[in-house]
């Protein structure tokens, strides 16, 4: 089966039965030991992309608590 085919086929599923397509590709990715994919209504990211975003905002905080324990000249 093609990936057209299925990309088409999907659009004529009832949300029930995406949801257990969803679910099955979550469980692929899963034993492919592959990141997973957040979609929310901003973005769809992978889990490496949601890590890192993570990891900039941290880095900001971490940078801003510094700054605020500097002592006041």
Do not use: C
């Not at 659009?11 to 029930?16: E, M, P, S, V």
């Not at 034993?31 to 979609?39: A, I, S, T």
């Amino acid at each position: 089966m093609k990936v057209t085919e299925i990309i088409n086929g999907l659009a004529g599923l009832t949300t029930k039965e995406l949801q257990q397509v969803e679910r099955k590709l979550i469980e692929i990715y899963r034993n492919r030991k592959q990141g997973l994919v957040f979609d929310d209504a901003h973005d769809v990211l992978t889990e490496e992309e949601h890590m890192a975003a993570i990891g900039e905002i941290w880095a900001k905080l971490d940078k801003a608590e510094k700054l605020q324990s500097k002592p006041k000249k």
